[in-house]
């Protein structure tokens, strides 16, 4: 390899070769010169790279004869071995590696796409779909942490599926409705992410004919606490609010949620109609009539309705100024808001059609 004194005058003196030649300056470590048999001079740079733990070569570009180019390159030596050493200069397939793995990095990990799947659900949505309520996101993060928390920290195009599906399968051999609910919050946060980051990621599921069971069937339902004690107990609440819910919840099973948020302007008393906002998966508010018994119970509300507010069901309780509906109902020893519910559930089946009780219970109905 010929050396010279890298200067305008001494690289175009170069003679044209037969060959490739390699040029360089002793004064000038790390800086070549390449000149080929077609007389092209390109400048290079030459630096061991530590963290590599080899030697790069970079090209910085051609020589020129139309301005002072040997000492444009002998500046630029030192900036690209300086980031040859700091580890800052890649060959392009480095560059598409780390570029991969930064973007692989840039997606969320399986804890991280739930919460983004919340938020997202929890607030207005252009649809107009109604916005998961917060008791949901409450009830999502709990089965989260406790049947997909062991793969929270996993970038989601990196999840196991296939051990998630089997985790899922295992459990539902002993509790299914668990099974069922960690299903859901898995494939809704992976399906959410898919749509979200243009993936084709393979969706976490049970096996089907998975059997669901009810309150009844699991024990949490106690079907041999006769009728009536459980009006007795109902009788004996001191607040006449919480007694009125209780029993309006007697006689139609409505989701508690629902009727505890009811405001005078979704009730009819003369027609007899009260309107319950839309469900999720409804795309209009649903109007149902009482029956005469029912009634009663609202016009006994209307006489006994506090003027500071318009809930149906306020509370006693006045917070900065502001008197808010029954968060929850008393609990009492034989009957629960979700006992109520079911047993009504299953009386009304004996009596009634599947597609009318659901109806009435403001259950998510399909067609």
């Known amino acids: 390899m010929p050396h010279i004194k890298f200067t305008d005058t001494n690289v175009g003196a170069i003679p044209t070769p037969d060959k490739t030649v390699w040029y360089t300056d002793p004064e000038q470590k790390g800086l070549r010169l390449c000149v080929t048999k077609t007389g092209v001079k390109t400048w290079y740079v030459n630096k061991w790279d530590p963290t590599a733990n080899k030697v790069r070569s970079v090209k910085l570009g051609q020589w020129a004869s139309k301005v002072t180019h040997c000492k444009w390159a002998k500046d630029q030596r030192g900036l690209v071995a300086h980031g040859i050493a700091s ?72 999840l196991p599926i296939l051990e998630i599906n089997q985790y899922l399968n295992a459990l539902q051999i002993t509790r299914p409705n668990a099974a069922h609910v960690a299903a859901t919050v898995a494939g809704a946060t992976v399906r959410f992410i898919n749509k979200l980051c243009a993936l084709a990621l393979p969706i976490p599921s049970l096996l089907e004919g998975t059997k669901m069971r009810s309150r009844v069937e699991t024990g949490k339902l106690d079907m041999q606490v006769p009728w009536e004690d459980r009006w007795d107990e109902i009788e004996e609440i001191p607040n006449e609010h919480i007694r009125l819910c209780w029993k309006i919840t007697w006689f139609t099973g409505f989701r508690g949620r629902g009727l505890r948020a009811l405001t005078w302007d979704q009730v009819d008393l003369d027609d007899g109609v009260v309107t319950f906002d839309r469900l999720k998966r409804q795309e209009v508010e649903r109007s149902i009539v009482l029956a005469d018994d029912v009634v009663r119970l609202f016009k006994r509300l209307h006489e006994i309705r506090y003027d500071d507010c318009e809930w149906v069901f306020p509370s006693r309780v006045v917070r900065r100024d502001t008197r808010g509906h029954l968060d929850v109902l008393d609990k009492l020893p034989l009957t629960k808001p979700g006992d109520m519910r079911h047993f009504w559930m299953t009386v009304a089946r004996e009596v009634a059609p599947r597609h009318v009780h659901r109806w009435l219970a403001q259950q998510t109905m399909r067609a």
Do not use: C
Request: aromatic residues 6%; proline residues 1%.
């Open 87 to 158: 580890g800052e200069v890649m060959s392009k397939a480095e560059t598409r590696a780390q570029e991969v793995v930064e973007q692989a990095n840039a997606l969320p990990t399986f804890r991280e796409a739930l919460e983004q799947f919340i938020e997202h659900r929890t607030t207005s949505r252009q649809s107009g779909k109604a916005r998961m309520m917060e008791a949901t996101a409450k009830d999502y993060r709990a089965t989260f942490n406790k049947h997909l928390a062991q793969w929270a920290d996993v970038h989601v195009d990196r």
